[in-house]
């Protein structure tokens, strides 16, 4: 069975700080994808990376990285320099490469200070 | 209308009522799907459809009752519901439903308050 664990449930920082969201995944499946979604107060999820399981290439796209690694099964999810704009719930999901099911984390919910 | 959208954005309704909630996408994607998002809970999946075939119904109650006219229209009808179905219910939709090769994109929801 798949499962994703964000044991982080909320994280609160002051503007400008640096924010590392965890997540752990649990799968059986050799192929699989992760992914990290946004939902700000809107209440909209806000597609943000995909990643497939055989590139443990690390991501930077603007402001966001992310940090893969098989070996801790892990996806880690960095804000740099973080902004109000910033303030959200951050989701982490895990699909294998043949289901159309994403299976959720339980969400981080992020608050930046101005 | 660009990407996913939901109506009404907020539905508040009585246990005896009969109401509907619509999701609409500009995609071109083939496969739609319904997620319930409750207050502390990871969001889960209710329904799935691909090319207008139901192909998932994850354990939901027979008292939502989802249909998809087309691949760009996907309902949820609602009855005799329960406070405890109160919650955010969200649309998305995909290139596959094979969701794993592409990503699933979410409509704003709808904030349903059964009374």
């Known amino acids: 069975a798949q499962k994703v664990t964000q044991a982080q449930t909320e994280i609160s920082v002051v503007e400008k700080e640096d924010v590392t969201l965890d997540c752990v995944y649990e799968?059986?499946?050799?192929?699989?994808?992760l992914f990290w979604y946004k939902q700000p107060p809107s209440g909209e999820l806000v597609f943000l990376i995909r990643?497939?399981?055989?590139?443990?290439q690390n991501e930077i796209s603007g402001r966001y990285s992310w940090n893969f690694q098989k070996s801790t099964s892990s996806f880690n999810f960095t804000i740099t320099a973080s902004q109000v704009v910033d303030s959200a719930v951050y989701f982490c999901a895990l699909s294998d490469a043949n289901d159309y099911k994403l299976s959720f984390g339980a969400g981080t919910t992020v608050t930046v200070r101005a | 209308e660009t990407g996913v959208t939901q109506t009404p954005r907020h539905l508040v309704m009585g246990m005896t009522n009969k109401k509907s909630l619509k999701c609409e996408q500009h995609?071109?994607?083939?496969?739609m799907y319904w997620y319930k998002q409750s207050a502390k809970k990871p969001l889960e999946l209710m329904f799935v459809?691909?090319?207008?075939?139901?192909?998932e119904n994850n354990s939901v109650p027979s008292r939502f009752s989802p249909e998809c006219p087309n691949s760009s229209h996907l309902f949820l009808h609602l009855h005799t519901l329960q406070p405890e179905d109160s919650a955010l219910y969200l649309c998305?939709?995909?290139?596959?439903?094979?969701?794993?090769?592409?990503?699933?994109?979410f409509g704003p929801g709808t904030r349903l308050t059964v009374l």
């Open positions: 998305a939709s995909s290139q596959d439903r094979r969701g794993g090769n592409y990503e699933q994109f």
């Open positions: 459809y691909s090319l207008e075939e139901r192909v």
């Open positions: 799968t059986r499946d050799t192929t699989y994808y």
């Open positions: 995609l071109g994607h083939n496969a």
């Open positions: 990643r497939n399981s055989f590139d443990e």
